[in-house]
């Protein structure tokens, strides 16, 4: 027999048991934490940048190309792409499982066959594939508390000397910069370039040639002439360093002597590298650092990392420079680990005095009070060896394993103590004959349970993935209880117990034992009543199916609950022309508004940055409430100041707003909700498709049960666009790439090549002077150097016209879509959410 071998051999058991609970204290020091289960499917992103190319251009030169390459990749889920002035994005899901290192180099060796086909911008600044992720954990901000450092200076310094250091944290997978860094800025002066005839590729050439690194070689080099008896390696100055230096380059040399240096036909100074982009802490300017975590890190010890590696490098930082953490979501996720921590000693403790009170003696509490701690122990190394992290399902599964393993241990000590008490056996014995009664009775008890819970863990698709560790943390708990149940338990019974029958008929427990004697015969009378009128209860007992049948189709479905995490976002879109001026004045208005709620404690604001989409018609704020003791009550919570916000948002016309609550998932999206993606796949273009999604939005605006439903994208924005009549143009001697250069050059950024600042390489990029590009007439003014030297304007041979186009094309498999978001209306689930807006669509 099987539980023999421990009873005679206790010491044995003993060591297994200390074995099991010395590899759970191990397990748990190795296991990530997190809020919940990683159910997000693996995913990679593949970026482009095209600097001044239209959202129409980025999609046929670059991400179409990408698109058709990456069809048929192997695991390959879903594939959508989103185009936008100046940059792209096609990012690849895969199937639950994928490897997603190999998933990366097979990417990475298919855009390497179409990139002979890429435009050579997008090939220079080259095609980076990474990671997905989903969401921030947490921002890191460099401020300037006394104002002496401007956002450039602190974006400047949070790349060069703090964003490494981040990246090599434990955990740490991406650092978003909500800023810019420096680079040496060359605003050209159109009118001056036209006076001395000369075109923006003359600049580019010439910064090139002497703003560059170059081998000269060395004196002495082998072979070398015999007697040679130096050798020097060949230095001279090449990259430059300052706006002066800058300045003298020459970019023509006269016959005659005369010289046309940078600064005669330019503007030249150390400015920001991207205006596009910038953040704000309570209005006040700051360089925020977004940090994102690797899949399946730990995140508690990872913002922990973060945070120690931030209070390490601040004794370094500049005079006026301060950090602060505007923004943690780790708060939530410790905050909810610890109250089911809570959950699970309290119930730990409620099942140990329940037994005392049943079981009417220390030395029989104390059986199943050791072996339940060791049970547990064994499935935290379930979740070791699965894989698993401890989150709240893990420890949900381990609270409701403390009712079910402690079962074995009691069936073991009740049935020992049965044959010390009928049969007059001592404790060794007495368990000999138990175990022989109960052995088979607990293999099957523990097959029948894991029966129950086995299925869980082949769910299909997110919720598959959510339920699997808890219903496998139930399973390895309780096999492990049913290997404790035949091996610890009856070798502590063998050494512990005692009979003392006299301690069950005094005192306290003889109080109890009478009352609950009364309580049970009670039991048995009901029950002999039922059977004898067996019709009537089973007509009961089928009422009842029929009771909870319907109860359960008529109780709302959903994926998880909307909770309170101590934040909120919220998200603005200004019309597709609108300036960041304007987008500015719209993201002070919403920082004052809640700064003024008692509820607030920070506003993070960021420029250029949206859920929406990227522009200058884009802001973001992250808003972070003050802690939950601080705040009691429903109307102090994130979802009553997010109904407030809304309301506010919707009498302010200069923008769309949408103050929203995270997601209870980060990995699955960026805010709670639904979305969903029109497609087109009829080919029948996308005015119609716009016209179908706007027929969808007023349908769903008008649903009760759908709340903050809004387009996720960009509406279409007047374009201006250029008639080139092509024969004048060839008559002019214009060529058409001259034409090209000259636009991008004049009203995009060039991007020349580097210079270096402090130890740091950064950019060196040309453009027009803000003043000389505002307007049509500035464009029509504009001269391209023909092919017999001579200056031509554009209003010589173009002409203009305002259409609408779009700022930001989207697309889903392959196909044109656009996409809408939403959440649910108070009281509403999200199932019923999803179920409404079907409904509509179809």
Not at 159 to 167: D, I, R, Y
Not at 378 to 393: D, H
Not at 634 to 656: T, V, Y
């Given at each position: 027999?099987f539980?023999?071998f421990?009873i005679?051999?206790?010491?044995f058991?003993?060591?297994?048991?200390?074995l099991?609970?010395?590899a759970g204290?191990?397990?748990l020091?190795?296991?990530?934490?997190?809020q919940y289960?990683?159910?997000?499917?693996?995913?990679?992103?593949?970026?482009v940048?095209?600097?001044?190319?239209s959202?129409q251009?980025?999609?046929q030169?670059?991400?179409q190309?990408?698109?058709?390459?990456?069809?048929g990749i192997?695991?390959?889920?879903y594939?959508?792409?989103?185009?936008?002035?100046?940059?792209?994005?096609?990012t690849?899901?895969?199937?639950?499982?994928?490897?997603?290192?190999?998933?990366?180099?097979?990417?990475?060796?298919?855009?390497?066959?179409?990139?002979?086909?890429?435009?050579?911008?997008v090939?220079?600044?080259?095609?980076?594939v990474?990671?997905?992720?989903?969401n921030?954990?947490?921002?890191v901000a460099?401020v300037?508390p006394?104002?002496?450092?401007?956002?450039?200076?602190l974006?400047?310094?949070?790349t060069?000397?703090v964003m490494?250091?981040?990246?090599?944290?434990?955990g740490v997978?991406?650092?978003?910069?909500f800023g810019?860094?420096?680079?040496?800025r060359?605003?050209?002066?159109?009118d001056?370039?036209?006076?001395?005839?000369?075109?923006p590729?003359?600049?580019g050439?010439?910064?090139?040639?002497q703003?560059?690194?170059?081998?000269?070689?060395?004196?002495?080099q082998?072979?070398?002439a015999?007697?040679?008896e130096?050798?020097?390696v060949l230095?001279?100055?090449?990259?430059l360093?300052t706006?002066?230096?800058f300045?003298?380059?020459v970019?023509?040399?006269n016959?005659d002597g005369?010289?046309v240096?940078l600064?005669d036909?330019?503007?030249i100074?150390?400015?920001a590298q991207?205006?596009n982009?910038?953040a704000r802490?309570?209005?006040?300017?700051?360089?925020?650092?977004?940090?994102?975590?690797?899949?399946?890190?730990?995140?508690l010890?990872?913002?922990?990392?973060?945070r120690?590696?931030?209070?390490?490098l601040?004794?370094?930082?500049?005079?006026?420079?301060?950090?602060v953490v505007?923004?943690?979501t780790?708060?939530f996720?410790?905050?909810?680990?610890?109250e089911?921590a809570?959950?699970?000693?309290?119930?730990?403790?409620?099942v140990?005095?329940v037994?005392?009170?049943?079981?009417?003696?220390?030395?029989?509490?104390?059986?199943p009070?050791?072996?339940v701690?060791?049970?547990?122990m064994?499935?935290?190394?379930?979740?070791?060896?699965f894989?698993?992290?401890?989150?709240?399902?893990?420890?949900?599964?381990m609270v409701l394993?403390?009712?079910?393993?402690?079962?074995?241990a009691?069936?073991?000590v009740?049935?020992?103590?049965?044959n010390?008490?009928?049969?007059?056996?001592?404790?060794r014995e007495?368990?000999?004959?138990?175990?022989g009664?109960i052995?088979?009775?607990?293999v099957?008890?523990t097959?029948?349970?894991?029966?129950?819970?086995v299925?869980?863990?082949?769910?299909?698709?997110?919720t598959?993935?959510?339920?699997?560790q808890f219903?496998v943390?139930?399973?390895?708990?309780?096999?492990?209880s049913a290997?404790?149940?035949?091996s610890?338990?009856?070798?502590?019974?063998?050494?512990?117990l005692?009979h003392d029958?006299?301690?069950?008929?005094?005192?306290?427990?003889g109080r109890f034992?009478r009352?609950?004697?009364?309580?049970?015969t009670?039991?048995?009378g009901?029950?002999?009543h039922a059977?004898?009128?067996?019709?009537?209860?089973?007509?009961?007992?089928?009422?009842?199916?029929v009771i909870?049948a319907?109860?359960?189709?008529k109780l709302?479905?959903?994926f998880?609950p909307?909770?309170d995490q101590g934040?909120i976002?919220?998200?603005?879109?200004?019309?597709?022309?609108?300036?960041q001026?304007?987008?500015?004045?719209?993201?002070?208005s919403?920082?004052?508004f809640?700064?003024?709620q008692?509820?607030?404690?920070?506003?993070?604001?960021?420029?250029?940055?949206?859920?929406?989409?990227?522009?200058?018609?884009m802001?973001?704020?992250?808003?972070?409430?003050?802690?939950?003791?601080?705040?009691?009550g429903?109307?102090?919570?994130?979802?009553?100041?997010?109904k407030?916000?809304?309301?506010?948002f919707?009498?302010m016309?200069?923008?769309m707003?949408?103050?929203?609550n995270p997601p209870?998932i980060?990995?699955l999206?960026s805010?709670?909700?639904?979305d969903f993606?029109?497609?087109?796949?009829?080919?029948?273009?996308?005015?119609?498709?716009?016209d179908?999604?706007?027929?969808?939005l007023?349908m769903a605006?008008?649903d009760?049960?759908?709340?903050a439903?809004?387009?996720?994208?960009q509406?279409?924005?007047?374009?201006?666009f250029?008639d080139?009549?092509?024969?004048?143009?060839?008559?002019?001697g214009v060529?058409?790439?001259?034409?090209?250069?000259?636009?991008?050059s004049?009203?995009?950024?060039s991007y020349i090549?580097?210079?270096?600042?402090?130890?740091?390489?950064l950019?060196?990029?040309?453009?027009a002077?803000?003043?000389?590009?505002?307007?049509?007439?500035d464009?029509?003014r504009t001269a391209?150097?023909?092919?017999?030297g001579?200056?031509?304007?554009?209003s010589?041979?173009?002409?203009?016209r305002w259409?609408?186009?779009?700022?930001?094309?989207?697309?889903?498999?392959?196909?044109a879509?656009m996409?809408i978001?939403?959440?649910?209306?108070p009281?509403?689930?999200?199932?019923e959410?999803?179920?409404?807006?079907?409904?509509i669509?179809l």
């Amino acid at each position: 027999m099987f539980a023999k071998f421990f009873i005679d051999r206790p010491i044995f058991a003993w060591v297994i048991a200390i074995l099991i609970t010395f590899a759970g204290i191990l397990a748990l020091r190795a296991l990530p934490v997190s809020q919940y289960p990683s159910v997000a499917p693996p995913a990679l992103d593949i970026a482009v940048t095209y600097p001044g190319a239209s959202a129409q251009v980025v999609e046929q030169s670059a991400v179409q190309l990408i698109e058709q390459e990456m069809n048929g990749i192997e695991n390959l889920l879903y594939m959508d792409s989103s185009s936008q002035v100046g940059s792209g994005q096609v990012t690849l899901t895969f199937k639950p499982g994928t490897d997603i290192q190999f998933a990366s180099v097979e990417a990475q060796n298919r855009i390497k066959r179409v990139e002979a086909r890429l435009p050579d911008d997008v090939r220079r600044l080259g095609v980076t594939v990474t990671r997905a992720g989903r969401n921030f954990i947490m921002v890191v901000a460099l401020v300037s508390p006394d104002g002496r450092l401007n956002a450039v200076d602190l974006g400047s310094y949070a790349t060069a000397s703090v964003m490494e250091p981040l990246l090599r944290v434990q955990g740490v997978g991406e650092v978003l910069l909500f800023g810019t860094e420096y680079s040496m800025r060359i605003w050209l002066k159109p009118d001056r370039l036209e006076s001395y005839a000369l075109s923006p590729a003359d600049v580019g050439r010439a910064v090139r040639a002497q703003n560059a690194l170059l081998p000269l070689g060395e004196v002495g080099q082998l072979p070398a002439a015999p007697g040679q008896e130096i050798n020097a390696v060949l230095g001279s100055r090449g990259r430059l360093a300052t706006p002066e230096e800058f300045g003298n380059i020459v970019v023509r040399a006269n016959p005659d002597g005369s010289s046309v240096r940078l600064k005669d036909i330019a503007r030249i100074e150390l400015g920001a590298q991207d205006y596009n982009r910038s953040a704000r802490l309570n209005g006040q300017p700051i360089a925020g650092m977004a940090i994102r975590i690797t899949p399946g890190a730990n995140a508690l010890a990872t913002a922990q990392g973060v945070r120690a590696k931030m209070q390490d490098l601040s004794r370094y930082f500049p005079q006026g420079v301060d950090w602060v953490v505007p923004y943690d979501t780790t708060r939530f996720i410790e905050l909810s680990i610890r109250e089911v921590a809570i959950t699970l000693l309290e119930a730990a403790a409620l099942v140990v005095l329940v037994m005392f009170v049943f079981l009417g003696s220390w030395r029989t509490t104390l059986v199943p009070a050791i072996v339940v701690p060791v049970s547990l122990m064994g499935g935290l190394l379930g979740l070791y060896i699965f894989g698993f992290s401890i989150n709240v399902l893990t420890l949900f599964a381990m609270v409701l394993a403390i009712g079910i393993v402690v079962d074995d241990a009691i069936v073991v000590v009740e049935n020992v103590e049965r044959n010390m008490r009928t049969r007059h056996l001592p404790p060794r014995e007495a368990t000999r004959v138990a175990m022989g009664e109960i052995t088979g009775a607990i293999v099957a008890i523990t097959l029948v349970l894991m029966a129950v819970f086995v299925p869980m863990a082949f769910f299909g698709g997110s919720t598959g993935a959510i339920y699997r560790q808890f219903a496998v943390t139930l399973v390895v708990t309780m096999a492990f209880s049913a290997f404790l149940a035949l091996s610890l338990t009856p070798a502590l019974c063998a050494s512990l117990l005692k009979h003392d029958p006299e301690n069950l008929e005094r005192g306290f427990h003889g109080r109890f034992n009478r009352f609950f004697g009364r309580v049970t015969t009670s039991y048995v009378g009901g029950v002999n009543h039922a059977t004898r009128r067996l019709l009537r209860s089973l007509a009961i007992y089928a009422v009842i199916v029929v009771i909870a049948a319907w109860t359960y189709m008529k109780l709302p479905g959903s994926f998880l609950p909307e909770e309170d995490q101590g934040y909120i976002v919220t998200a603005i879109q200004l019309p597709p022309a609108a300036t960041q001026e304007r987008s500015r004045a719209v993201l002070e208005s919403v920082e004052q508004f809640f700064l003024k709620q008692p509820q607030v404690d920070k506003v993070v604001g960021v420029l250029g940055f949206s859920f929406f989409g990227r522009g200058q018609n884009m802001a973001l704020a992250f808003i972070k409430l003050k802690d939950w003791d601080d705040r009691p009550g429903k109307e102090n919570s994130s979802q009553a100041l997010i109904k407030r916000a809304n309301m506010e948002f919707f009498r302010m016309k200069q923008a769309m707003l949408f103050a929203i609550n995270p997601p209870p998932i980060p990995e699955l999206a960026s805010a709670g909700g639904f979305d969903f993606r029109l497609q087109d796949r009829g080919g029948v273009g996308r005015e119609k498709l716009l016209d179908a999604r706007n027929q969808v939005l007023g349908m769903a605006m008008g649903d009760k049960r759908l709340a903050a439903v809004r387009p996720e994208g960009q509406e279409p924005a007047p374009q201006l666009f250029l008639d080139i009549d092509r024969d004048k143009a060839e008559t002019l001697g214009v060529n058409a790439t001259d034409l090209n250069d000259t636009l991008q050059s004049l009203f995009g950024v060039s991007y020349i090549n580097d210079f270096v600042r402090q130890g740091r390489v950064l950019r060196v990029q040309m453009q027009a002077e803000d003043a000389t590009r505002r307007s049509e007439a500035d464009l029509m003014r504009t001269a391209v150097r023909n092919s017999s030297g001579r200056m031509v304007r554009l209003s010589e041979f173009v002409s203009t016209r305002w259409v609408a186009g779009a700022t930001k094309l989207d697309r889903y498999n392959g196909l044109a879509a656009m996409k809408i978001s939403g959440a649910t209306a108070p009281g509403v689930s999200s199932g019923e959410a999803l179920a409404a807006m079907e409904a509509i669509a179809l």
